[in-house]
């Protein structure tokens, strides 16, 4: 091999690398609080969940963000029960060890600094279920008008969405 053959090959290697990592590098974490009711039979809740955003790469004219919820960690059988152009709620029955809890939760930090504003992610734990609800109401872009969701599913069992606005 010619030496600048190799030191071509030797040199894209990290960029691929790094270009590899794709969305995943750039996911926010956000943690969400799981808080029981205070009257009701003290029984065993998750402790909290996770989320994940990700940017999506800038188009003109608007910005979108991908999302998930690890709901599968506490839940089974999750699906998509109701959603509209501003919030969709995912249903699940809570697994046996959780299923007695009664709680609700929201978005308490995003990549460990705490999260003062509107809680747009939350939780219900009720009656041996769980709701994940992505809700846009009252949300705003730069521009005045409220966010979107863009799309609503699952993927590998749990809630995943995009949702944006313009800029």
């Known amino acids: 091999m010619k030496p600048k053959f190799c030191w071509a090959l030797l040199t894209s290697l990290p960029l691929s690398l790094a270009s590899g990592l794709g969305a995943a590098a750039l996911a926010n974490t956000i943690d969400l609080s799981v808080l029981p009711l205070l009257s ?10 996770i989320a994940h955003e990700t940017p999506r790469p800038y188009a003109e004219g608007g910005f979108s963000t991908d999302g998930m919820v690890k709901l599968r960690d506490i ?8 959603s509209d152009q501003f919030s969709a709620t995912w249903v699940g029955t809570l697994k046996p060890e959780y299923r007695n809890c009664q709680a609700s939760g929201g978005m ?7 999260h003062e504003g509107n809680s747009y992610i939350r939780l219900q734990l009720a009656n041996g ?9 009252g949300m705003r872009d730069p521009n005045g008008f409220t966010t979107v969701i863009i799309f ?10 995009t949702w944006g606005g313009s800029d």
């Open 108 to 114: 308490v930090s995003v990549d460990g600094e705490a």
């Open 40 to 49: 009701g039979p003290q029984a065993r809740c998750p402790e909290g969940l």
């Open 152 to 161: 609503k599913g699952l993927r590998d069992g749990n809630p995943r969405w």
């Open 129 to 137: 279920q769980v709701k994940a609800i992505l809700d846009m109401t």
């Open 75 to 82: 839940a089974t059988n999750i699906r998509l029960s109701q």
